[in-house]
T-cell receptor, first 115, second 110 residues
Framework: NAGVTQTPKFRVLKTGQSMTLLCAQDMNHEYMYWYRQDPGMGLRLIHYSVGEGTTAKGEVPDGYNVSRLKKQNFLLGLESAAPSQTSVYFC??????????????FGPGTRLTVT | RKEVEQDPGPFNVPEGATVAFNCTYS??????FFWYRQDCRKEPKLLMSVYSSGNEDGRFTAQLNRASQYISLLIRDSKLSDSATYLCAVKKSSGDKLTFGTGTRLAVRP
């Protein structure tokens, strides 16, 4: 099992450019999440999904869009990147039921710099 | 007040020391609690869940104090490899999300 994988690992964008971050998990998890992590701010939830075809806003959704067309994939889009979106982005997934409910498994992160 | 608060540290301790971190939460209806470990430039990894009765995993002990609304993590016989940032995470009674603290940094010195 690869667990949770993220593509790309690093990216530099110019202000106004767009990009999509891909998250994939092979654990058959129902729930998937996108976080950003900034110094002193901790992990902040951007968007999340409780199942294929569903998405919901988290704490800091502005400037981002997401899609979950397949259960194993969760995409995060930046339509017009801004320097304030410079951050480390983590994807996570978790089970919906069972003993391990809500224990989240994280991908290795994407380091994004917007100049 | 933040939903979940942690002392950022750093806690600098010698090898073999016992160290404890606390994490306070503001929502009394919170129902699930976790400790994550994050190494520098790596992703967070689940260290342990926190159960109402307290739980232990080797050198690590987690406890929940609902009356005072905090969880704690105790590390005994600290190793150099314990150096990391420890994040607490809390789930409210409703909803599907975890709220993370900003983390407490631990540095274990030889």
């Amino acid at each position: 099992n690869a667990g949770v994988t993220q593509t790309p690992k690093f990216r530099v964008l110019k202000t106004g450019q767009s990009m999509t971050l891909l998250c994939a998990q092979d654990m058959n998890h129902e729930y998937m999440y996108w976080y950003r992590q900034d110094p002193g701010m901790g992990l902040r939830l951007i968007h999340y999904s409780v199942g294929e075809g569903t998405t919901a806003k988290g704490e800091v959704p502005d400037g981002y869009n997401v899609s979950r067309l397949k259960k194993q994939n969760f995409l995060l889009g930046l339509e017009s990147a801004a320097p304030s979106q410079t951050s480390v982005y983590f994807c996570a997934s978790s089970y919906k039921t069972g003993v391990n409910l809500y224990e989240q498994y994280f991908g290795p992160g994407t380091r994004l710099t917007v100049t | 007040r933040k939903e979940v608060e942690q002392d950022p540290g750093p806690f600098n301790v010698p090898e073999g020391a016992t160290v404890a971190f606390n994490c306070t939460y503001s929502n009394s209806a919170s129902q699930s609690f976790f400790w994550y470990r994050q190494d520098c430039r790596k992703e967070p990894k689940l260290l342990m869940s926190v159960y109402s009765s307290g739980n232990e995993d080797g050198r690590f002990t987690a406890q929940l104090n609902r009356a005072s609304q905090y969880i704690s993590l105790l590390i005994r016989d600290s190793k150099l490899s314990d150096s990391a940032t420890y994040l607490c995470a809390v789930k409210k009674s409703s909803g599907d999300k975890l709220t993370f603290g900003t983390g407490t940094r631990l540095a274990v010195r030889p």
